[in-house]
């Protein structure tokens, strides 16, 4: 099924006749050249499960709330608006955004700027970084501004790239955490250990048999029994590690930093305290915290971090 093309050469006279020398010239069959248009549709579609279907389903969700919302605010005459963006981004979309996370997450409210009310429920912070990054994955997926910084052309003046970028939308985000932090509705990070988890620490690895501290010795750690990974002496230094952490206000790699130079162990009325000097400056970062001794806040955990210090 080869097509060929028979194209005469040069002729020979052989006394018989005259005979066209034919030369055959095969050519491959070229493949039909596609859209780009159509390529991209089936790229975007490939690349689609770098968010999951769920978290898709959310994004979109919490899209229609926001288009409802400009509606509803008059900001926009109707969803078609965000469509298109016939006219370029506008100028206060990133107002919009804010005001829009304001409305739900902030404890004042965007009307009149007092309180709310406390029977108005309000959304978690965790909520809130999941409406910014909605808007966020609308602009740099759907509308393909990636996360392009949020600028205006000098040329035309019109605005450009992600508008969750914007330093609007950044220095709101920043506010609402740390005035959310200071009103102890949450914790600041999902990974930050609380006191039930520092006791719940001391409780399990106060399970753990207690070795000979003198010398080391040798383990076996067996797939089937991926808890028996450290022994008594690093579960009490790594204890001593997570406490100190927690009641000072340290990150890990802060804690890291300390030596045994900066322990000190002493008495105070028959009581056995532990001095820590920090070898560095710490200031807490959202305010609010002076300063403090240990023992007046947690003696529970003070108790703890005397005990461990002490083996």
């Known amino acids: 099924n080869v097509p060929s093309r028979l194209q005469p050469e040069t002729s020979m006279d052989t006394g018989a006749g005259t ?5 055959v010239e095969l050519h491959a069959v070229k493949k039909q050249r596609l859209d780009s248009s159509i390529m991209k549709k089936h790229l975007k579609k490939a690349s689609e499960q770098v968010v999951v279907e769920n978290t898709l389903q959310e994004y979109r969700r919490y899209w229609d709330q926001f288009t409802a919302f400009c509606a509803q605010m008059g900001f926009i005459n109707g969803a078609e608006e965000f ?7 506008p100028e206060d979309f990133p107002t919009w955004m804010a005001v829009w996370i304001m409305s739900k997450a902030d404890e004042l409210d965007v009307q009149t700027g007092k309180p709310k009310d406390p029977s108005i429920t309000r959304v978690k912070y965790a909520t809130a970084q999941k409406m910014r990054a909605a808007i966020s994955h609308k602009f740099g997926r759907d509308f393909g501004l990636g996360d392009q910084p949020w600028t205006q052309s000098p ?5 450009t790239g992600n508008p969750s970028l914007s330093v609007t939308v950044s220095q709101y985000m920043i506010s609402l955490q740390r005035r959310k932090v200071r009103a102890g509705e949450e914790v600041t990070s999902a990974r930050a250990i609380t006191h039930d988890l520092i006791c719940q620490l001391w409780t399990f690895n106060r399970s753990v048999a207690r070795m000979d501290r003198v010398g080391t010795s040798s383990r076996k750690r067996k797939a089937e029994h ?3 990974w450290a022994g008594y002496r690093v579960r009490q230094m790594l204890q001593l590690l997570y406490t100190i952490s927690m009641l000072c206000l340290l990150r890990y790699d802060e804690a890291l930093r300390i030596r045994w130079s900066d322990i000190e162990m002493l008495h105070r009325n028959g009581v056995p305290c532990v001095k820590l000097s920090l070898p560095f400056r710490k200031t807490a970062q959202y305010g609010g915290v002076s300063s403090h001794k240990v023992a007046d806040v947690a003696p529970t955990m003070t108790q703890m971090l005397t005990g461990v210090v002490s083996q």
């Open 19 to 23: 005979y066209q020398l034919l030369n």
């Open 83 to 89: 469509e298109t963006f016939n006219d370029g981004i």
């Open 155 to 159: 040329v035309t003046g019109k605005f």
């Open 226 to 228: 991926p808890e028996d």
